[in-house]
């Protein structure tokens, strides 16, 4: 299926090993995103004399692999912090500005645009959302892992390699958004705990009895939406938001619902914070004279998770949902215009036919339209090939995949969050599937993005193809205290859904338990 669906889109490109890239994005975008500016990627033309250093193909990113090893951050330069204060400013600074964009997009109004314009309309947001985005990258984000750097290279060069993991345990269990989103949903799942009564109409989305559980309830959701609500599903601007209806958080809440209150999340950031002070306590009283500016560096790298959770939340997730309402705005007024039959069918445009529409030329029909959103369906249930063109040397290495009870290591990465766990494996490519996660299982995914967060209060372990010892998932499986290996490269083609593994997040390995 792969072969047939995922090609190339120039025979030149065939020269070339190009690399699959979605630790950020693991999901196919739609015709309408994957051919804009805003996310620092611009879409090259098959005809562009030139070989691209990153292409789209059927929605998802690649990049060529020899000018991986030179890659620039998309952001700009990073500037190493030397204060606490200079990775708290963003805030101060950026966020005001993320709110102004926020204004530009939310309250975008097509009918004010002039004939003529729409392609200068649409290049100016681009490029307002990718100065806002990359000013609280810059800021937040590179700046942090910088810091963190520095500091586990310091604590390392003092107490020696063995040591690391408690470098890095120093930066866990702070307070961050990520965090609070799952705190909020526990907290609903303890009223339908109260009364449960209440999970059926909940379920069924239905107006819930007008008890002192029920208002409790609403009150609650109500205020979680109002501070969540904005999280979109992995980044995709054609699907509702949790605002607008998804059925996400509806799911986490019912599945936290079986849970007892021994699985309160909050005692799982207890215990990290417990461990995090008592380490810190035995550094200060270690620690001699010559040695103190690791307590400075410390005290910066600390800042890594609520800038790294806090900006997603604050910058990325909004972000989309900003510009997924502009969208849906210009879907309005197409319809209005007889030019689309549903606003959400803007998606299914590429961003040059839309501007054509737009100014009163061809339009896509409708078939064609349905058609893409059919290859969407079929694009986003595929496992893209990890790479495409010429294969890498190691390829065969990469893309083998053992059959059953042939090899008990299934596959290697980094070792993200450390112990062994065992149990069920369940290989999931999007949102809507992890509904069928129970507690105990193991969660095998292209990339455990921030919305996948709450779902690390049921799984026992986490196995990503993508991201380090610092991305998202490494850092959010620490602080839930489950053993992560991530970086796999190839976990998901590898590890059958339903099969029975071991999780060694100490050593970086996932072995096949013997059925």
């Known amino acids: 299926m792969e072969d047939s669906i995922f090609k190339l889109p120039d025979p030149r490109y065939e020269e070339y090993t190009w690399v699959l890239q979605d630790e950020h994005n693991p999901a196919a975008h739609t015709p309408l995103i994957s051919t804009g500016k805003h996310t620092g990627r611009v879409v090259t033309e098959p005809t562009d004399r ?14 060529r692999q020899d000018i991986m090893g030179a890659a620039v951050s998309p952001f700009g330069s990073i500037v190493a912090p030397e204060t606490v204060h200079d990775l708290r400013k963003w805030r101060t600074e950026w966020l005001p ?49 910088l810091a963190v750097s520095r500091f586990v290279d310091r604590y390392i060069e003092i107490f020696g390699k063995g040591h ?51 208002l409790h309830f609403q009150k609650s959701m109500t205020t979680m939406l109002d501070n969540f609500g904005h999280t979109s599903n992995n980044g995709l601007q054609d699907l509702p938001t949790w605002g607008e209806g998804s059925r996400v958080p509806i799911e986490i809440i019912l599945s936290y619902s079986k849970e007892d ?51 997603n939340l604050l910058c990325d997730q909004r972000c989309v949902y900003v510009s997924r309402a502009r969208w849906l705005s210009i879907g309005d007024y197409m ?32 078939n064609e339209l349905n058609n893409r959103r059919e290859l969407q369906t079929i694009y986003r249930n595929t496992y893209p090939p990890i790479y495409m063109g010429v294969p890498p040397v190691n390829a065969e290495d990469i893309s083998y995949i053992p059959e059953e009870g042939q090899t008990r290591v299934q596959a290697k990465g980094v070792p993200a969050s450390p112990g062994v766990y065992k149990g069920r494996a369940r290989v999931i490519q999007s949102l809507e599937e992890a509904v069928s996660l129970e507690d105990g299982d193991v969660l095998v995914v292209r990339a455990l993005t921030p919305p996948w967060t709450p779902y690390l209060g049921l799984i026992k372990a986490v196995v990503t193809n993508t991201g380090g010892e610092l991305s998202h998932g490494a850092v959010v499986a620490r602080e839930f205290g489950i053993p992560a290996v991530v970086g796999t490269v190839n976990g998901t083609a590898v590890i059958w859904d339903g099969s029975v593994i071991s999780v060694d997040g100490t050593n970086g390995l996932v072995y096949l338990e013997q059925q």
């Open 50 to 63: 030139d070989i691209p250093e990153a292409i789209v193909v059927n929605g998802v990113n690649y990049s």
């Open 97 to 145: 500005q993320m709110d102004d964009l926020a204004d530009i997009l939310q309250g975008f109004d097509p009918e004010e645009v002039t004939q003529g314009k729409w392609a200068e309309t649409l290049d100016a947001h681009d490029a307002e959302y990718r100065r806002v985005f990359g000013g609280i990258h810059r800021s937040a984000v590179g700046p942090s892992r």
């Open 164 to 214: 690391r993991m408690d470098a890095i345990s120093l930066l866990q269990g702070f307070q961050n958004k990520s965090l609070d989103r799952v705190y909020a949903l526990w907290d609903l799942s303890r009223i339908l705990r109260e009364d449960p009564s209440l999970i059926e109409p909940f379920r069924e989305e239905k107006e819930l009895p007008k008890t002192s559980f029920g």
């Open 261 to 311: 209150d021994a699985k309160n999340p909050r005692y799982i950031t207890e215990t990290q914070i417990e461990r995090r002070l008592v380490l810190e306590k035995e550094l200060r009283e270690t620690l001699n004279v010559e040695n103190q500016d690791l307590l400075t560096l410390m005290g910066i790298a600390q800042e890594l998770i609520p800038n790294l959770e806090d900006h």
């Open 335 to 366: 319809c209005q215009k007889g030019k689309l039959s549903s606003r959400d069918q803007v998606f299914y445009y590429t961003r040059n036919e839309l501007v054509t529409a737009l100014e009163g030329g061809v339009i896509v029909q409708d």
